[in-house]
């Protein structure tokens, strides 16, 4: 009898001490994310000042700014929503409302997941063999644009599948009831209801995309860029011009990257500064992101 | 007969943009496999294969070059392996903790935020491990070098728990309740029931996100390229300096290579050699991740 109640005390005591082993390794991460948001900001926080924003990069640590990144990031970013948005939206509305369940179909499917896991320098590479010297657009912003398009299009297509697949099928049927045709039960229907799972899906890829270096650095964006792309609109006709699509340019982790790689101190602060801004881009779309999540799932109850 | 109006037309065109959309995932591949082919056929014309395969020192840019994959290769593996060590242990505790203990109100508040851990740029990562904790860890370890395999590795690792955690923890939750309560029944507790019977049940659900976690770590570029040097070094000790296959990419696509020339394409031979690596995991991932579908 002593025994077994030992027993039960020493299973007990393995129980109860795996509750704290379990929740101590998952703050693991969490501290290790802020322990890295506290090194940043306590490193970089000095730099950040309106001149740090209106600068373009300098050999002199004090005199640099992140001017050019910053409008770098968001061209390419412009780019990229306008490319991958409605090819990825297109695709899981295809997937998920159309597509018979044939060998083809099956084969996409697979295709996206695999898409999904390919190493972003890989797409580097494609845009770099694609864009770059097929297409002949360059190093320029068009060329970072498309290529960070391809790589968060998986993410677009597969948060478009969900939402739409969380719609429950009396909808579809109510409007086929009505007499509605396909596109209009998908236009007037499924693509309302969705839309708050297909933002969040957009702004988080997005998010990936304005962190990623590795295929920006592989099509050859430059690391030292000291003007501004041409501007999208001017005073003489016909105003809005494209020009900038061919401009060579830089982005915030790029430029991040640049300044980390250099043996000064004062040139890694200027990193820290450079990393805690890209963090707030980053955090900030993530927020919206999940607001947005938040928000919709409390609007649409079925 | 049947009447072809203006509405079936554009429902027509409609449904084939469509399809063209979803295609185009297919066109991705298809270039991304043409691309690097076409230019390690390039590259292969000119270096063996066997040359490729068994050369021992990966010196491409040199004026007597060598070409000897296995260098950066083993860079890989070894941060890699350095990285998995880190988060297989963590995300599988992880995952039993937020799946069989935590109250539903803490797993919804911590699993986002475990998610921010992959949305950080990796860039930022970077800056981590070569400023803040290779200085760290030179206390403890006065052999370390500046740049070296470890601390890329430990922060790989835990960049990504929350692949290997998100995706076990599915399939943990997938395991059903009732296999659960006959181990209560038998007077199990809930270490016993996650360990000896939740994890068993749960097992090619868990070993596809180590899957996912080993291909997403082979992938990685930017810490490796800022904190682990850029000195191929056919090595397993994770004290020195290493350079992996991303980070030699990266590296040459910083410097100013030719277009055409044998140094432009290794990029491309790199990239292939990489693609293949993460494909043969994602594949046998994606093969473990159908069957735990349809298990239950």
């Given amino acids: 009898m002593e025994d077994i109640k030992k027993r039960i005390a020493h299973i007990k005591f393995w129980n109860g001490l795996f509750q704290v082993v379990g929740l101590l390794s998952t703050f693991v991460g969490l501290v290790l994310l802020f322990t890295l948001m506290a090194d940043l900001f306590t490193d970089g926080a000095p730099r950040l000042s309106y001149k740090f924003f209106t600068s373009f990069p300098s050999r002199f640590a004090e005199e640099a700014g992140i001017l050019s990144a910053w409008v770098g990031s968001c061209l390419v970013l412009l780019v990229t929503a306008c490319a991958a948005i409605p090819l990825g939206v297109a695709a899981g509305i295809y997937l998920e409302e159309y597509a018979s369940k044939n060998r083809l179909t099956d084969l996409i499917e697979i295709n996206i997941a695999n898409l999904a896991g390919v190493p972003s320098i890989v797409y580097g590479l494609l845009a770099l063999g694609l864009f770059v010297y097929f297409f002949e657009f360059g190093e320029s912003i068009l060329t970072g644009g498309l290529a960070l398009a391809l790589l968060i299009l998986p993410m677009v297509i597969m948060a478009t599948r969900e939402s739409i697949r969380a719609i429950p099928n009396s909808i579809r049927e109510a409007s086929y009831a009505m007499g509605a045709t396909k596109w209009q039960t998908v236009k007037w229907h499924v693509l309302p209801y969705s839309t708050g799972g297909v933002l969040t899906g957009i702004i988080i890829g997005l998010s990936r995309a304005i962190g990623e270096t590795a295929p920006i650095i592989t099509v050859g964006a430059l690391t030292f860029i000291a003007f501004l792309p041409t501007p999208p609109v001017s005073s003489d006709f016909p105003f809005i011009s494209f020009k900038w699509l061919f401009d060579p340019f830089t982005v915030m982790p790029i430029q991040m990257f640049n300044w980390v790689s250099r043996p000064q101190k004062e040139f890694q602060l200027n990193a820290a500064a450079a990393g805690i801004v890209l963090m707030g881009m980053t955090l900030l779309m993530n927020g919206v992101a999940i607001y947005i999540r938040y928000k919709f799932r409390k609007k649409i109850k079925w | ?296």
């Avoid at chain 2, 298809?30 to 294969?49: A, N, P, Q, R």
């Avoid at chain 2, 044998?262 to 690596?277: H, Q, S």
């Fill in chain 2, 1 to 296: 007969m049947k009447k072809v109006t203006p509405q079936k037309v554009r429902e027509r065109v409609i449904e084939a943009i469509l399809f063209l959309s979803a295609l185009s995932s297919i066109l991705i591949t298809v270039s991304i496999v043409f691309i690097l082919c076409y230019e390690s056929w390039g590259f292969f014309k000119e270096v063996s294969v066997i040359e490729f395969l068994t050369e021992k020192d990966w010196m491409p840019l040199f004026a007597n070059p060598k070409f000897g994959i296995l260098p950066l290769v083993m860079g890989t593996l070894l941060t890699t392996g350095i990285a998995l060590i880190v988060a297989l242990p963590l995300g599988i505790l992880v995952a039993v903790y937020l799946s069989e203990y935590a109250p539903h109100k803490i797993r919804e508040i911590i699993k986002p935020v475990l998610e921010l851990l992959a949305a950080v740029p990796t860039v930022v990562y970077g800056y981590f491990a070569l400023l803040f904790l290779t200085p760290i860890l030179q206390k403890f370890l006065p052999d370390l070098s500046g740049f070296n395999a470890l601390s890329p590795g430990v922060i790989m690792g835990i960049m990504i728990i929350p692949y290997v955690s998100s995706v076990s923890e599915d399939a943990m939750i997938a395991v059903p309740m009732h296999i659960r309560e006959g181990s209560y029944a038998m007077g199990a507790t809930k270490l016993q029931t996650a360990f000896k019977v939740v994890i068993p049940s749960a097992f090619s659900g868990i070993a596809a996100a180590f899957i996912i976690g080993i291909s997403r770590a082979i992938g990685e570029t930017m810490v490796v390229s800022i904190a682990a040097g850029g000195m191929p070094n056919l090595t397993l000790n994770p004290l020195e300096s290493v350079q992996t296959l991303t980070a030699y990419i990266v590296q040459v696509s910083l410097g100013d290579v030719p277009h055409g020339t044998v140094e432009y394409r290794t990029i491309f031979a790199a990239g292939m050699t990489l693609f293949l690596m993460t494909l043969g995991f994602n594949i046998v991932g994606f093969w473990l991740r159908k069957r735990i579908r349809e298990v239950y």
